[in-house]
């Protein structure tokens, strides 16, 4: 039985050179930052989804995103166990930024780095999370099953344990460097835009620490911008080659495809609200 909460905290963002009506277009467009918070599956380097817009030339933004993840996770498959009770936080610095000068013929060319943070600790959510299950009649079956607050992450293979995690732990996380190149795009009003993006994941987390897989990870991916009227859809896919992994290397895959949507919408009446839903 499985059960993951996660709290996405976005609205951080801290500085930019951008005009301020390109970054109200910006966050219109841009979808949710994240990936899938499991503590043994952030370790790797799946991409976020971007949007189809690269940086225009010479234009730098710089954001902080912060994700909070409430593992209650319990579960035995065949010769296999898994138990994930705790918290997760991710503090990113996301920075990007377009340059103004060619890259091999190609304009529209876009660089990027990303500079995590990663918290694994009991928290304080198990009980409000436990409250607004109770408020709404939704089951807490698997969150009773742990104490309140602890952290208890643990992998049994074949009667042995893999891997065990009880204290605290703060570590920078693998960096991540990226580039995009513009592939096509209606510069003028940017409703129908898409890129091609790389990113290259650096082994400067630790995987003991379950902040980094010990490895490089390498991934490719085209995503798309559409926009009509008051909705705006982000969707793309690609595939991500996992380097060694100093945990569960040979469980892993070397090759594997991904793929993302979501769609935005702006209400009308509310020009300062944008509401948003997403699939990862």
């Known amino acids: 039985m499985t059960s993951t909460q996660s709290l996405f905290i976005r609205a951080i963002g801290i500085a930019t050179l951008m005009a301020m009506p ?6 219109v467009t841009s979808p949710f930052y994240n990936t899938n918070q499991n503590p043994l599956i952030q370790l790797h380097g799946l991409p976020p989804l971007e949007k189809g817009i690269v940086m225009k030339s010479g234009s730098t933004s710089a954001n902080v995103i912060l994700d909070i993840t409430s593992n209650s996770i319990s ?16 503090l990113n610095l996301m920075f990007r930024h377009g340059l103004t000068q060619p890259v091999f013929g190609m304009k529209g060319v876009e660089i990027g780095i990303d500079i995590p943070f ?17 408020a709404f ?14 952290l208890h992450y643990q992998y049994r293979r074949n009667g042995a344990t893999a891997f065990r ?9 693998d960096i991540r460097l ?8 209606r510069r003028a009003d940017e409703t129908d835009c898409s890129a091609l993006r790389a990113s290259l994941k650096l082994p400067s987390g630790k995987a003991k620490k379950l902040s980094g897989s010990g490895g490089l990870d390498f991934s490719l991916a085209h995503s798309t911008t559409r926009t ?20 569960f290397d040979e469980q892993q ?28």
């Open 75 to 90: 579960e035995i498959e065949q010769q296999e166990q898994i138990i994930l009770d705790g918290e997760t936080y991710r």
């Open 178 to 185: 990226s580039a995009a190149w513009q592939l096509a795009c």
């Open 253 to 280: 895959k070397a090759l594997v495809g991904f793929a993302n949507a979501g769609v935005n919408y702006q209400p009308g009446r509310f020009p300062w609200m944008v509401l948003k839903a997403q699939l990862d």
């Open 165 to 173: 995690m009880l204290n605290t732990s703060n570590n920078i996380g």
């Open 137 to 150: 009649g939704l089951t807490n079956s698997e969150r009773d099953q742990f104490q309140d607050d602890q």
């Open 22 to 27: 390109a970054m109200a277009l910006a966050e």
């Open 118 to 134: 990663v918290s694994h600790r009991g928290g304080t959510l198990d009980g409000f999370i436990r409250n607004w299950h109770d």
């Open 228 to 247: 009509y009227q008051r909705y705006t859809f982000n969707y793309g896919g690609g595939l991500l080659l996992n380097g060694r992994s100093d945990l």
